[in-house]
């Protein structure tokens, strides 16, 4: 009994099972042993860091926002960030996520094989956000478990592998010019939408491409995830701390009041010690200004994604590799799958244009929410740099792609706007199931997290399983089935 | 300057710079220069005390404007193995 207790027990951590999982491929790859060492551990630290950095992310920055946007403005605030939350995911769904993700990666191959979509997807982060995403609606709301969970999960996970990148195809292959490479980004059905708002303007007489104007490069420093979170989080930070302050928050607790008596004071108002207490002074000697607070914990988020993101590198950096080996010797002529910068090079000027309207549309999106909000209660979705710069930009690639310098601006404006509505229409999924101020960013992940987050809610267990393995076979059989296009 | 150390960047140091990765690797390798150590990330972590040599796509030519023209790679098209290739050569010698 031991024995069993001891395998149980390493097969439910989930970050020594995501190292078996890269010990898996490098011995498939019949690497030399030190390589094997080293990958394996390597992997087994990076979700250790991952880890330290979402309690960090929490602690540090997160919890307290949410908490003080509450206090200030009676409305919950909502920062989309796909770490954030699949950081806090993998605390509780850590060992179904691995599962899900080993197991999607392998029916991706299938997929790539035997249906008309022969994608291989090697965006791991994204690959390993969506298992941890698929994990949370199945496992926490579909109330699955074991061995169901993980076959519905990584049914789902493998159709999204080749589905997404099939549908960013239609403008993909205009991008780069060959039909030998795809894009692999769950932002994939707002690129999509940017494609089709941007084919509008496809027949302009007067069309322009975006790399026939000049435009300045300067904002090319935003691209440095560490500093454009840092500014938009201490923004962020200011403007909600500033109206708490206004509101009176500073005078709730009286100087030296001890943290159990603050507790009860501040309970009130859904504000906690814990969160608050460097900002409120509470048990401290030294005191803090707001402004100082403000700015130092904007930065904290910054500092929290920064770890997590070593972390999830950390982890990738062996299991991309071995899922490629595996899948070029399976299926020779499957097309990979690429993270949404690859598409950068295509049009320089279409990113920092795309990012600029693509973060507008979202601030515009934001008001309407806003105004929605007067009248239903919805959450705030607030427009965070990271998913406008990644995803807008590849909108604006794709809408300069169809329809040149307007279809880049009009198809990342509407991007904008469409990643802000999804994650609002997708919030509730995750806010019953216990996730508040934050959200995943990219449409893809909105999309599939409402229509499974609302499919659980009508089908349960076997069914549940029956219809994520049905989507997951339709591919297959439709191409064993339907006629094929004369070549 | 000998060359031991490539390290490959792009904005989040996840995906694109994985995939370039692993094309330098391949390319170092057929280049006969296997002792050499390929490495991917951020292009926060980006300064000319990291590595020895530093590939990134041309939209962030820009960014690392501040490390010598010798001991860089800028590449039209990130996924172009025969442009990464040449261009390696010539660093590399």
Not at chain 1, 354 to 365: D, E, H, K, N
Not at chain 1, 469 to 478: G, M
Request: a neutral charge; one cysteine or more; proline letters at 4%.
């Amino acid at each position: 009994m031991a024995v069993l207790d001891f395998i149980v027990n390493i097969l439910s951590t989930p970050a020594i099972l995501v190292g078996l999982l890269a010990l898996v491929g490098l011995c498939l790859q019949h690497k030399p042993i030190e390589d094997v060492v080293k990958g394996t551990i390597k992997t087994i630290v990076g979700f250790l860091v991952l880890s330290a950095g979402a309690s960090f992310l929490q602690t540090g920055s997160l919890l307290a926002f949410g908490e003080l946007f509450n206090y200030a403005f009676n409305m919950q605030g909502v920062v989309p960030n796909n770490e954030a939350v699949v950081a806090d995911a993998l605390q509780n769904f850590g060992t179904s996520s691995a599962i899900i993700m080993a197991l999607g990666m392998a029916l991706n191959i299938v997929l790539a094989r035997f249906s008309r979509m022969p994608y291989i997807f090697l965006t791991g982060h994204h690959t390993l956000y969506m298992a941890c995403m698929i994990a949370v609606i199945l496992g926490g709301a579909g109330h699955l478990e074991g061995v169901s969970l993980y076959i519905a999960g990584g049914c789902l996970l493998g159709l999204i592998m080749v589905l997404s990148p099939a549908y960013c195809q239609v403008t993909f292959r205009k991008v780069t010019g060959t039909d030998g490479v795809a894009l692999g980004h769950f932002g994939g059905i707002g690129y999509w939408f940017a494609g089709v708002i941007g084919k509008l303007f496809a027949n302009d007489p007067k069309r322009k491409s975006t790399e026939e104007i000049n435009f300045p490069k300067r904002l090319v420093f935003l691209r440095d995830t560490t500093v454009s979170i840092s500014i938009t989080m201490m923004v962020f930070f200011l403007i909600v701390v500033g109206v708490a302050v206004a509101k009176g928050l500073l005078n709730i607790v009286p100087a030296g009041t001890d943290a159990a008596a603050a507790a009860e004071l501040l309970a009130p108002y859904g504000l906690t010690v814990g969160n608050l207490g460097a900002l409120l002074n509470i048990g401290t000697e030294t005191k803090t200004n707001w402004i100082v607070w403000a700015l130092t914990s904007g930065m904290s988020f910054a500092g929290g994604v920064y770890i997590i993101l070593s972390g999830v590198r950390l982890i990738i950096g062996e299991i991309v590799p071995a899922f490629k080996g595996i899948a070029d010797k399976l299926v020779p002529g499957a097309k990979p799958a690429l993270d949404c910068p690859v598409a950068f090079t295509y049009a320089p000027n279409a990113v920092i244009i795309g990012f600029l309207s693509s973060f507008i549309g979202g601030i515009v999106g934001l008001l309407i929410l806003n105004g929605i909000n007067t009248a239903i209660p919805v959450a705030l979705i607030l427009p965070g740099v990271v998913p406008h710069f990644f995803c807008g930009a590849t909108a604006g690639v794709f809408g300069n792609a169809e329809g040149g310098l307007k279809g880049c601006i009009a198809g990342s404006f509407a991007h904008g706007l469409l990643i802000t509505f999804l994650p609002m229409i997708c919030m509730p999924v995750f806010s019953a199931l216990g996730y508040v101020g934050t959200t995943f960013s990219d449409a893809d992940f909105s999309w599939m997290g409402i229509v499974f987050g609302n499919t659980v809610n009508f089908a349960q267990g076997g069914l549940l399983v029956a219809i994520c393995v049905i989507v997951y076979l339709l591919p297959i059989i439709y191409n064993f089935v339907a006629p094929k296009k004369q070549a | 300057m000998a060359i031991r150390k490539i390290m490959c960047a792009c904005g989040s140091g996840l995906g694109s710079s994985l995939i370039v990765h692993m094309n330098t690797e391949e390319v170092v390798k057929k280049l006969g220069h296997s002792e050499i150590e390929v490495d991917h990330t951020t292009i926060s972590d980006i300064n000319p005390t990291a590595a020895d040599l530093f590939v990134v796509g041309a939209d962030l030519g820009d960014f690392i404007a501040n490390i010598p023209e010798d001991r860089k790679v800028v590449l039209s098209n990130i996924l172009d193995k025969a442009e990464l290739e040449e261009k390696l050569k010539a660093k590399l010698g």
